[in-house]
């Protein structure tokens, strides 16, 4: 079993859907939470990090951590054709004088105009 | 504007001939790292770097070097580069806090090795 999952889709929407992207862990030691944003041919970019459990809230964009559960999810309302992308998720914590982190390998978004 | 630079993006090359990509950063970060993004693997660490002079190995440091002189700079050097190391790679910098790390990543370099 990976450390991370995430399905990779592709996951088709139409413009103005509700989007609801996860993953799930099995290492309980993670405590920080992240979501990049990944267009073709670039590097990800940092979109929500959240710190332990709860709600982080940014514009159309919500991340939410269940801890209990070992799951995260990222939430994109009113979606555009432009957060067409591959969103990856990535957990970390600190060890051994550093921290480490784990990706998931990336789910691939399309929203339709 | 704050980035992370690297060169080049595309670099074709063949078995065992040393090549080395660049990494620039100027955010004035402390930490600065090395990615490899494989097909269902996902991004793992290869090499990081905690501050001029001072590296670490990541996940995967096989067949890899790297060296960290200046505060800004970051090269991934590969001194007998093999197929297996055919990849994508992301130099990233990063700001630490109290509450974790941020990753910054640059646009990549596709490497293809024949």
């Known amino acids: 079993q990976k450390e991370v999952e995430q399905d990779p889709g592709p996951l088709s929407v139409p413009e103005g859907a509700i989007v609801s992207l996860n993953c799930t862990y099995s290492n309980s030691a993670f405590q920080y939470f992240m979501w990049y944003r990944q267009y073709s041919r670039k590097g990800p970019e940092l979109l929500m990090y959240?710190?332990?459990?709860g709600n982080k809230e940014d514009g159309r964009f919500t991340a939410q951590v269940d801890k209990s559960s070992k799951y995260i999810s990222l939430f994109i309302r009113d979606s555009q054709p432009s957060d067409s992308a591959t969103y990856l998720c990535?957990?970390?914590?600190?060890?051994?004088?550093?921290?480490?982190?784990?990706f998931g390998t990336g789910t691939r978004l399309k929203v339709l105009a | 504007e704050a980035q992370v630079t690297q060169n080049p993006r595309y670099l074709i090359t063949v078995t065992g001939k040393k090549l080395t990509v660049t990494c620039s950063q100027n955010m004035n970060h402390e930490y600065m790292s090395w990615y490899r993004q494989d097909p269902g693997l996902g991004l793992r660490q290869i090499y990081y770097s905690m501050n001029v002079e001072v590296t670490d190995k990541g996940d995967v440091p096989e067949g890899y070097k790297v060296s960290r002189k200046e505060k800004r700079n970051f090269p991934l050097i590969l001194e007998s580069p093999s197929p297996n190391q055919t990849s994508l790679y992301f130099c990233?910098?990063?700001?630490?806090?109290?509450?974790?790390?941020?990753?910054?990543f640059g646009s990549g370099t596709q490497l293809s090795v024949l």
């Open positions: 990535a957990m970390g914590h600190w060890s051994s004088g550093t921290y480490k982190y784990i």
């Open positions: 959240t710190y332990s459990s």
């Open positions: 990233a910098s990063s700001l630490r806090g109290e509450q974790g790390e941020k990753l910054f």
